[in-house]
T-cell receptor, first 114, second 112 residues
């Protein structure tokens, strides 16, 4: 089936550093979403992207919808300890807009050292 | 501000037992989903319901059934639980065409 490749799988960084993660696919997507999951909780939406080339920020987070519509990246600037968690990309395939069905990447586990 | 509510939060089942996971949303969303989350595999779609009265299979539907009881509620049933169904189950909802899916807190299921 369709698959999103998310990388890196994990990151261990120093507080204050910037973080970058991305998702790629061989399929074309209409929508890209980025979620964060804290331990024991459900994923929480961070950023939604709806147009190719779109660049959107949410505080220290910035995400972009790739021009080819097959990829997206998420950047976190000046990381802080509460950024710890698992970050997921999710995409809606072209042609599935009447269902809202999403495909998820495998997740990037972020650890921040104070 | 409840959003998506799942019950129970934790459950242990013996192999062969049945159970139903409940999900309700108060955001008047048309679409609802059930995902399972396993280590290193992200979230995989089990079943979804694009609107009240309709349900469709997702990526991993085997061993599960669902019921869209009304617009608010979408339940997931395991008729005969197997150890391979040990997982964390998430319910989510979204509006049509606007795919911001909102998730519940999850049900942690262990089948022994």
């Amino acid at each position: 089936g369709q698959q999103l490749n998310q990388s890196p799988q994990s990151m261990f960084i120093q507080e204050g550093e910037d973080v970058s993660m991305n998702c790629t696919s061989s399929s074309i997507f209409n929508t890209w979403l980025w979620y964060k999951q804290d331990p024991g909780e459900g994923p929480v939406l961070l950023i939604a992207l709806y147009k190719a080339g779109e660049l959107t920020s949410n505080g220290r987070l910035t995400a972009q919808f790739g021009i080819t519509r097959k990829d997206s990246f998420l950047n976190i600037s000046a990381s802080i300890p509460s950024d710890v968690g698992i970050y997921f990309c999710a995409g809606q395939l072209r042609g599935s807009s009447n269902t809202g069905k999403l495909i998820f990447g495998q997740g990037t586990t972020l650890q921040v050292k104070p | 501000n409840a959003g998506v509510t799942q019950t129970p939060k934790f459950q242990v089942l013996k192999t062969g037992q049945s159970m139903t996971l409940q999900c309700a949303q108060d955001m008047n969303h048309n679409s609802m989903y059930w995902y399972r989350q396993d280590p290193g595999m992200g979230l995989r779609l089990i079943y979804y319901s694009a609107s009240e009265g309709t349900t469709d299979k997702g990526e991993v539907p085997n061993g599960y059934n669902v019921s869209r009881l009304n617009k608010r509620e979408f339940s997931l049933r395991l008729e005969s639980a197997a150890p391979s169904q040990t997982s964390v189950y998430f319910c989510a909802s979204s509006e049509d065409r606007v795919t911001k899916a909102f998730f519940g807190q999850g049900t942690r299921l262990t089948v022994v």
